[in-house]
């Protein structure tokens, strides 16, 4: 078949761990698989991979950094004041996050840690409009507080709220930030999505990342790619390669090109329960 191994890399991020399984080939088949590549590359395949990667590495950095007592917030401009470009609306959004950490300087509290996503849409009515997505620093800074820092300087609307993590933790939010937002009816409420950009404060703690051949065998890689209908079979086979760890998701396909299976599969440390479930059990406790 071509395949020496299939290799495993591991990203280990807050308490979700990421699993991505794909085959290496022999020096030949190797070759041959590159050529396939460069027969499909093409702009559109490239952009499709670079925010697949951005996609992740959001979520990564999310779930890395971030948890039940920080903030989340949403914040827009009015009608009659919206950016005249994306380097304006970068500049407006780190500009409020420079005030947020101007304040919390004042209060002596730590540097502010974040993860913003800018976005702008178009529609006939509205035309071109902008809106800011973040999560950051939650501690000693109250919700109003921070709102302000944003309303006072451009008006419009500024909404937060607590991060509640859950048994993915803060995947959800973070999937959210990264695609599209649709209504029932398969469209954007605000107009056609045009673009999107993001950053992150500096000194975000980067997730633990780990590679291994073999880990993941080529015949029990073909194994999860038959069985992973089969949602128990695929539980039993990865909780045992990943000892304290309970599996989520699992996919798995097969090239159409090449032989090897690659997998992906989302775990969670089973010893670290979501937040507002702990939460809830030191309550319990206290009230008994």
């Known amino acids: 078949a071509g395949v020496l191994h299939q290799r495993t ?34 702009a559109k395949a490239q952009a499709k991979l670079d925010a697949k990667n951005r996609e992740k590495k959001v979520e990564y950095l999310t779930n890395n950094n971030f948890g039940a007592s920080d903030i989340i917030l949403t914040a827009e401009y009015p009608l009659n004041g919206q950016p005249d470009g994306a380097e304006q609306a970068k ?6 996050l420079r005030r947020v950490k101007d304040a919390r300087e004042k209060k002596g509290l730590p ?11 178009e529609s006939e ?11 950051m620093s939650g501690d000693g800074m109250t919700r109003e507080e921070v709102e302000a820092k944003w309303t006072d300087k451009h008006k419009g609307f500024c909404n937060t709220r607590c991060a509640q993590p859950n ?13 599209n937002k649709l209504d029932r009816a398969g469209r954007n409420p ?38 992973v209908e089969d949602f128990n079979q695929a539980k039993e086979i990865f909780e045992k390669l990943y000892p304290g760890c309970e599996l989520l998701e699992v996919s798995a396909k097969r090239s159409e090109w090449a ?9 969670r440390k089973t010893d670290e329960k979501p937040e507002k479930k702990r939460r809830n059990e030191r309550g319990d406790q206290q009230g008994g």
């Open 9 to 42: 890399r591991t990203i280990k991020a807050g308490p979700m761990v990421y699993v991505e399984c794909y085959p290496v080939w022999d020096t030949k088949r190797a070759l041959a698989a590159r050529k396939e590549v460069k027969k499909e590359a093409h």
């Open 91 to 96: 500049r407006d959004i780190v500009n409020f």
């Open 111 to 121: 540097p502010i840690r974040y993860i913003y996503v800018t976005e702008w849409t």
């Open 125 to 135: 009515k509205y035309g071109l409009r902008w809106h800011h997505h973040v999560i």
């Open 167 to 179: 048994e993915r933790h803060l995947s959800g939010f973070a999937r959210y930030l990264t695609q």
């Open 190 to 227: 605000q107009g056609k999505a045009k673009g999107r950009t993001w950053g992150h404060s500096q000194g975000l703690k980067l997730p633990a990342e780990s590679v291994a051949d073999k880990k993941i065998s080529i015949r029990k890689a073909g194994r999860v790619a038959e069985t």
């Open 259 to 267: 032989a090897g299976v690659y997998v992906r599969a989302l775990l």
